[in-house]
Every structure is written in structure tokens, then in C-alpha cells.
């Protein structure tokens, strides 16, 4: 994406440096054949003076740059390398800028120093809410940030949303915050500056702090197994799926404990486990019919047959034992109801 090597330029524009200064940025941003960045600390201990001393030197030595003939000889880097940011959105988390930019990995500490010591660039530190990010615009990197704010806000928990409707939907919070006509590409790499929204290994978004998101155990892989085969499955098949689609190891029988202790599976029959969100209701079978009846009120041996299959995958001869249960009375009409 550069049209110039980032070590070529960082050379010439630490060449005119007294030797201490130059040796200061070296080891503070990496710029060093190893690539180690060093701590205040520790170079002020070689040197025998304090961290905050070698601020100032650093801080000091930085302007120095940017005043210098080396400085304006690499304009035309500068800006080629602020085309760049342009380019890929205006304002990019650090770790995308360094996906993007540089030609090697031996070129991330140069692109970084160049980020630094150009006027073109502005930087953001990480906080709570956003990853470290550099911008070439600050009011688009305002109203950004504010659409990824409100966008934040405007998810339930526990939604998940498919790549394209959740990029169409930030949209809409950027053509509020008066920026229209980007590129998904473009969004896509906005949306990971944000630390508060992410993706989840099947490619939906929502809230980090989601389970169905931040995936963290069998059960939370088995969730969203389930979800995207939308049927009931059994145990053994959800951990063959699991293994197939995110290609993580699951036991059969690690993964029917797990389904069992986590509310948002219900057991529909024999080792089938669905989605309580898809509207299935725990219990066994007499529990079905108890809800059926409060719900529907009295109904017919076969309107309860056919209601409780849509949520247990049983025999009617199942059925037809459990209705004998003294907590259900057949009306004079042949219809079941829930005894007093």
C-alpha cells in the first residue's frame, strides 16, 4: 500500500540526531534491527538519569525531527502514507493500520514512529470503550466514535445479527451522525475499533459481553451449533458439529453435561436438545400438557397431542399415559382440563 520503505525514511529522519537523542527513539519505538521497544525505565538506567529526563529527550528529540531539512525532504512519504489511513477510513485501529500498511512485520515499529512524527496524524490512546487508534480527520473521528457509541446502546445483550444487517445498521447510525455512502469494507474496520461490540465465530455481531459472542466454553460453541442448524439435535450431533464448524475438540458426553446444566437448551426427547428461545419449555412431558392447558384451556385428547409434539418429540401413546395424571380431569365433552 506504501509506495516507500518505512526504514529507508525513519533513517533519514533520525540521521541528523545527536547521538543520545538518536539512540532514544531507537530504543523507545523499536526502530533497532531487533525491533525491541524499551521502557523509560530502563534507558534512563543505562544512562544513568531519570524516566522522566528521558521523556523530555524523547519528547525534545521528536520536534527536533519534525522541524528538520530530513523532515521536509520526506514529504511526499508523509503524505503518501497519510493516503493510506485516508484510504482505509480516516480513522483505523492501530493493530488494522499495521494489517494494512506496512510490506513486512519489520516494518510495524517504523510505521508507528512515522505515525508519530508526522503532523498529519493524531492518535487516541485505548480507553474503555475503543481500541488505540490514529485519525487523519478529527471531526469524522468524532462522529465515529459517537455512531459506534449509539450503535452500542441501541443492541439488546442478547441479540446477535448477521454481518450484513449489522453493517446496513451502523449505517444508520452514521448517516445520523452525517456520514454517508462508506464502503463495508470501510465500516467493517470501524466497527473493530470499537471494544464493547465484536464478532463471533460464525460471523454474527452484537454486545462483547454476550455469551454469544465472546465464546468462552463447550456451551457457549454448543449454543451456537444450535442455532445455526435451527432444529433440535441430538447431544452426539452437536458435538460432532462443534468439532466440524470451529474446529474445537467436544466429547459426546462433555457436551450432553453441558447442555444439561445451561438453561438455554431444553430436552425434547431422547438426547434432543432445542433452544429455549426458539419457544420450548423445560419439564417432561406432563409438564407440556400443564402448560398447553393453562395457556389454551381445555382441548381435546388429540389438539393436546398434537400441540405437545410440536415441543417433544414423543409417541402419543406417551402422551395419552400422562393425561392420566391426577392433575388433569376429562370434561363430560371428552376434553382435558387442569384439575382444581
Do not use: C
Request: aromatic letters at 8%.
Amino acid at each position: 500500500m506504501l509506495s516507500f520503505a518505512p526504514k529507508t525514511v525513519t533513517k533519514e529522519l533520525l540521521a541528523g540526531l545527536p547521538e543520545r537523542s538518536r539512540k532514544v527513539l531507537i530504543d523507545r519505538y523499536g526502530l533497532s534491527p531487533k525491533g525491541e521497544r524499551r521502557t523509560l525505565d530502563a534507558i534512563g538506567k543505562e544512562y544513568g538519569i531519570t524516566r522522566e529526563r528521558i521523556r523530555q529527550i524523547e519528547n525534545h528529540s521528536l520536534s527536533v525531527v519534525r522541524e528538520s531539512e530530513s523532515y521536509a525532504a520526506q514529504v511526499v512519504a508523509l503524505e503518501d502514507l497519510k493516503r493510506a489511513l485516508h484510504t482505509l477510513g480516516g480513522i483505523i485501529a492501530e493493530q488494522t493500520i499495521l494489517e494494512h500498511v506496512p510490506k513486512g512485520e519489520s516494518d510495524h515499529n517504523h510505521v508507528i514512529f512515522l505515525l508519530t512524527v508526522g503532523h498529519h496524524f493524531a492518535d487516541r490512546r485505548e480507553d474503555a470503550n475503543f481500541k488505540a487508534r490514529w485519525h487523519v480527520d478529527e471531526q469524522l473521528a468524532e462522529a465515529v466514535e459517537r455512531a459506534l457509541s449509539a450503535l452500542y446502546e441501541s443492541i439488546e445483550t442478547s441479540r446477535l445479527m448477521p454481518e450484513e444487517e449489522f453493517v446496513e445498521f451502523f449505517a444508520k447510525h452514521l448517516r445520523e451522525q452525517g456520514i454517508k455512502n462508506r464502503s463495508p469494507e470501510v465500516m467493517l474496520r470501524w466497527l473493530s475499533i470499537s471494544k464493547r461490540i465484536g464478532k463471533n465465530p460464525l460471523g454474527e455481531w452484537g454486545r462483547i459481553e454476550s455469551p454469544h459472542v465472546r465464546i468462552k466454553n463447550t456451551r457457549d460453541f454448543a449454543y451456537l451449533t444450535l442455532k445455526r442448524h435451527g432444529s433440535p439435535m441430538h447431544f452426539t450431533e452437536v458435538a460432532k458439529s462443534v468439532e466440524k464448524l470451529f474446529n474445537r475438540p467436544a466429547h459426546p458426553a462433555t457436551t450432553h453435561n453441558e447442555l444439561i446444566k445451561d438453561n438455554r437448551f431444553v430436552l425434547v426427547g431422547r438426547g434432543l436438545y432445542a433452544l429455549r428461545e426458539w419457544g420450548y419449555e423445560p419439564g417432561v412431558v406432563r409438564d407440556v400438557i400443564k402448560g398447553i392447558l393453562a395457556r389454551d384451556g381445555a382441548l381435546s385428547r388429540e389438539e393436546i397431542v398434537e400441540r405437545v409434539k410440536r415441543e417433544r418429540y414423543v409417541k402419543d401413546a406417551t402422551i395419552a399415559v400422562n393425561l392420566q395424571n391426577p392433575m388433569f380431569v376429562r370434561l363430560p365433552d371428552g376434553k382435558y382440563t387442569l384439575s382444581k
